[in-house]
């Protein structure tokens, strides 16, 4: 099975070994456990700079680095997603009002390994379109999930993503994607969250990668803001993501970043 350990695929996709998977849950199980610790500090009247720093200082108790702090520049150790921003929000001194969703996602290295998951939390209570928005971008993520197994395509993933957010009347952005991680950040191939069954790249043993599918409850357009970060629905929709770092497996996948509280859903924080 792992005759190509060690090895790159003809799209660039790293073959990751089997001793590698343990190195990899580590690193996700610290995300995970960051993303469980930090819900009750989500409520009304709490700044995103706040939750930041507390994420910056629970990176530091775990003795991990945050990977996304001097990334291209960027300075925070999360990014959180208010509303309509579809990823990438900066952090900063805006207060969290009632009602409010918001995508919190965290990359940590430890020991060389990148950890990259996010969640969706609310501040206060949980509207009904919100919460079906948010229900169906978890499934969707899932779904995709599912369709890892060797032999399988990306394309697969992406199929099962798209056509089951379309039909429950939803959009999936297409302009930004998951991504193959290990111990980098980004690296081939670019996981598409919409795609046609049996295309793209065949799926090995020993993959690593994220699947993080960001669902609008409009149209699936973004706009990236002049601070050359922050992405928007054009339609200021509501827009929703969830994200889990995975490696294939010889009969399916290792979710790397699965809550250690069981704490996915905003309101079970
Ligand atoms: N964690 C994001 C991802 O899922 C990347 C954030 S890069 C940053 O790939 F610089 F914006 F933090
Ligand atoms: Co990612
Ligand atoms: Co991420």
């Given at each position: 099975m792992y005759d190509k350990k060690g090895t790159v695929t003809r799209e660039g996709i790293r073959i990751h070994e089997p001793a590698d998977f343990?190195?990899?849950?580590?690193?996700?199980?610290?995300a995970?456990?960051?993303?469980?610790?930090?819900?009750?500090?989500?409520?009304?009247?709490?700044?995103?700079?706040?939750?930041?720093?507390?994420i910056e200082e629970m990176v530091n108790t775990?003795?991990?680095?945050?990977?996304?702090?001097?990334?291209?520049?960027?300075?925070?150790?999360?990014?959180?997603?208010?509303?309509h921003v579809v990823c990438h929000g900066i952090p900063g001194d805006k207060l969290l009002k009632n009602g409010d969703i918001l995508n919190i996602d965290v990359t940590v290295i430890v020991d060389g390994w990148f950890g990259d998951t996010s969640r969706m939390y609310v501040a206060g209570e949980l509207g009904r379109k919100a919460e079906r928005l948010i229900q169906v971008t978890h499934d969707a993520l899932m779904l995709g999930?599912?369709?890892?197994?060797?032999?399988?395509?990306?394309?697969?993933?992406?199929?099962?993503?798209?056509?089951?957010?379309?039909?429950?009347?939803?959009?999936?952005?297409?302009d930004f994607c998951g991504h193959?991680?290990?111990?980098?950040?980004?690296?081939?191939?670019?996981?598409?969250?919409?795609?046609?069954?049996?295309?793209?790249?065949?799926?090995?043993?020993?993959?690593?990668?994220?699947?993080?599918?960001?669902?609008?409850?409009?149209?699936?357009?973004?706009?990236?803001?002049?601070d050359?970060?922050?992405?928007?629905?054009?339609?200021?929709?509501?827009?929703?993501?969830?994200?889990?770092?995975?490696?294939?497996?010889s009969d399916g996948c290792e979710i790397f970043t699965l809550s250690p509280g069981g704490k996915f859903h905003p309101t079970w924080g």
């Open positions: 343990a190195g990899m849950l580590k690193a996700g199980q610290v995970a456990q960051i993303l469980d610790d930090i819900a009750p500090h989500v409520f009304p009247g709490q700044t995103t700079g706040e939750i930041d720093r507390l775990h003795g991990a680095k945050s990977a996304t702090i001097g990334y291209r520049g960027y300075q925070h150790a999360s990014c959180i997603s208010v509303n999930i599912e369709a890892v197994k060797p032999g399988n395509t990306f394309g697969d993933i992406g199929y099962a993503i798209q056509s089951y957010v379309e039909a429950q009347r939803m959009s999936v952005v297409r193959g991680l290990g111990r980098v950040f980004h690296a081939p191939p670019n996981v598409l969250h919409y795609g046609r069954p049996g295309r793209e790249a065949v799926l090995e043993e020993g993959m690593f990668f994220t699947i993080e599918p960001m669902v609008n409850l409009g149209r699936p357009e973004t706009k990236v803001l002049a050359e970060w922050t992405a928007v629905t054009r339609d200021k929709s509501l827009s929703a993501q969830f994200e889990h770092s995975v490696g294939v497996t």
